[in-house]
T-cell receptor
Framework: DVKVTQSSRYLVKRTGEKVFLECVQD?????MFWYRQDPGLGLRLIYF???????EKGDIPEGYSVSREKKERFSLILESASTNQTSMYLC??????????????FGPGTRLLVL | SQQGEEDPQALSIQEGENATMNCSYK?????LQWYRQNSGRGLVHLIL?????REKHSGRLRVTLDTSKKSSSLLITASRAADTASYFC????????????FGSGTRLLVRP
């Protein structure tokens, strides 16, 4: 079974702090994704990566950056946390198969509270 | 509105009843997927139906796809309290071969 793990289930940070959220998958998937989920807004894509060191902005990249130095690990960075970044953050991975939207496998999520 | 809109937003049924959730989308797809999310957890893939399929079954789940109406439905038969969760449909984005668009989901409550 695919396993996607996230470094923390709950996180409390202060405004202005730099925050790192880490995601690791064990199935050799090429694609990795970071979403945030807010009530009434569904899942919104922040960034995704289709290969090591490759990244592409999603729908809401402002205030975030990402890093993918190894295939299995995809990090989301909040450069200077703000209260409006309080949210549930979900990481996912999928196989790369051109023209086919493959199943995404999700981690358990990190609930971030920025005070 | 976003591609992949679920309807209804919330559904409350008695254990043993069937639950039906609908999803509408706007553009051409090559597949449509349904996911489930237990409260405060990640999403779990339930079933994928390809654009050339009309119906698919998996255990107590039945998914239909009508590409002419750009709609899909998820039926859960003989529901159990453990089916209480949010259910999302997801479709592919035209600007990417592997990005998905998720709707806001249907919150299902199954009362014991």
């Amino acid at each position: 079974d695919v396993k996607v793990t996230q470094s923390s289930r709950y996180l409390v940070k202060r405004t202005g702090e730099k925050v790192f959220l880490e995601c690791v998958q064990d199935m050799d998937h090429e694609n990795m994704f970071w979403y945030r989920q807010d009530p009434g807004l569904g899942l919104r894509l922040i960034y995704f990566s289709y290969d090591v060191k490759m990244k592409e902005k999603g729908d809401i990249p402002e205030g975030y950056s990402v890093s993918r130095e190894k295939k299995e690990r995809f990090s989301l960075i909040l450069e200077s946390a703000s209260t409006n970044q309080t949210s549930m953050y979900l990481c996912a991975s999928s196989l790369l198969q051109t023209g086919v939207r493959e199943t995404q496998y999700f981690g358990p999520g990190t609930r971030l509270l920025v005070l | 509105s976003q591609q992949g809109e679920e309807d209804p937003q919330a559904l409350s049924i008695q254990e043993g009843e069937n639950a039906t959730m609908n999803c509408s989308y706007k553009t051409s797809i090559n597949n449509l997927q349904w996911y489930r999310q237990n409260s405060g957890r990640g999403l779990v893939h339930l079933i994928l139906i390809r654009s050339n399929e009309r119906e698919k079954h998996s255990g107590r789940l039945r998914v239909t796809l009508d590409t002419s109406k750009k709609s899909s439905s998820l039926l859960i038969t003989a529901s159990r309290a453990a089916d209480t969760a949010s259910y999302f449909c997801a479709t592919g984005r035209m600007d990417s071969s592997y990005k998905l668009i998720f709707g806001s989901g249907t919150r299902l409550l199954v009362r014991p």
